[in-house]
């Protein structure tokens, strides 16, 4: 090793916060608030500190399969804009420890989720892990247009994992849960795909937008904002979400589809109709499961 | 984290040595959460059974 290379590096000056960013802390947030909602679904009986320590485990393990996608991602994340300032492609952290912390966390979350509640729980998080980082990130996302379909199935599994803690079961409500999510995905990252095509295409990632283009993109994402409210009746049609939920869930679909019309039918080199979805997409999730734990906290229904 | 010292036996930065202790102090407080969450989740699933234990 030269001088130079020596001092080029900046590795011994990582602090805690460097650490944590490997972990995904937004990403994290969403998982929380919808294993949060599973929980608060589910009926049974297990101790509000178990509770809240089951869900700390869940949220680890969302944090764990973030350091692990770093890892394997940091030859992508170092061309792509909205990622080069990560840890890794900043040089801050190395490689090899974001795999460590992120190993090392995935079985100290799945030991702590089958002692805090119990064995479908825990499995259902190794397994959710293992998706993410293996059939996702290794495997699908670099190989085929729908990586983000398929993989979606982690993001949407963390309900149904909050739902088995505190129950020990995973009933059709607890994969409602599971249907909304896995089918807001794709609209939601092709709405970003939309608008940073370039970042995608340079990283030579097989994307919807780079792959099939724009407008076979726009069309796709307005038939998933139709398929999506009507996943977001199934709540209320199968009896687990009353009036509250339904009427918010109606206010909310009508924005998506709204706004993925107007994606849609955008001239070709406007970009603000991806961007706007985008951001709402956020807000729908976020609004949709917060209208259902209200509810079920408020007692309004069931 | 390899530290350039250990390969190089070039002393630290005084602005290096802080991150180091930072690090070591976030790795501690890990540490000590994860006993405490270990010991909560021993005593509370055992609940009433720690006061009709055998012994």
């Given amino acids: 090793m030269t001088p130079v290379a020596i001092k080029s590096d900046t590795y011994a000056l990582a602090g805690p916060r460097d650490y944590i960013v490997l972990l995904k802390p937004r990403v994290m947030s969403l998982v929380i608030f919808t294993a949060l909602v599973g929980m608060a679904a589910a009926p049974g009986g297990l101790h509000p500190a178990l509770a809240a320590i089951s869900l700390l485990a869940i949220a680890v393990g969302a944090g764990a399969s973030g350091a692990l996608n770093m890892w394997w991602d940091a030859d992508i994340d170092a061309v792509m804009a909205r990622t080069a300032s990560r840890p890794i492609p900043m040089r801050r952290v190395p490689r090899a420890e974001a795999a460590a912390l992120g190993g090392f966390l995935t079985a100290l979350s799945v030991a702590l989720l089958a002692l805090a509640a119990n064995y479908l729980a825990a499995g259902l998080l190794a397994f959710t892990i293992f998706f993410y980082v293996v059939i996702y990130s290794m495997w699908l996302k670099r190989l085929t247009p729908q990586n983000i379909v398929i993989g979606g199935a982690a993001g949407a599994l963390p309900p149904v994992i909050g739902w088995a803690a505190v129950s020990g079961t995973a009933p059709l409500e607890a994969w409602v849960l599971f249907a909304i999510i896995f089918i807001w995905t794709p609209p939601h990252f092709w709405a970003l795909a939309l608008f940073k095509k370039g970042d995608y295409a340079r990283a030579g990632i097989p994307m919807m937008p780079v792959v099939k283009g724009a407008r076979a993109t726009r069309r796709q994402v307005f038939i998933y904002a139709l398929v999506l409210v009507a996943a977001s009746v199934a709540p209320f049609a199968i009896g687990m979400a009353g009036a509250f939920y339904i009427a918010a869930a109606a206010v909310l679909g009508a924005g998506f589809v709204w706004l993925a019309w107007r994606v849609l039918t955008a001239a070709e080199t406007d970009r603000q109709p991806a961007m706007r979805l985008f951001r709402f997409s956020m807000i729908y999730l976020f609004g949709i499961f917060a209208a259902l734990l209200f509810e079920r906290l408020a007692g309004l229904h069931g | ?55």
Avoid: W
């Fill in chain 2, 1 to 55: 984290m390899a530290d350039r010292a250990d390969m190089t036996g070039e002393a630290l930065s005084p602005e290096e040595k802080t991150k180091r202790g930072q690090r070591n102090l976030a790795i501690a407080l890990g540490l000590g959460v994860f006993v405490l969450l270990v010991f909560l989740v021993t005593i509370l699933r055992l609940g009433g059974s720690v006061a009709e234990r055998a012994f």
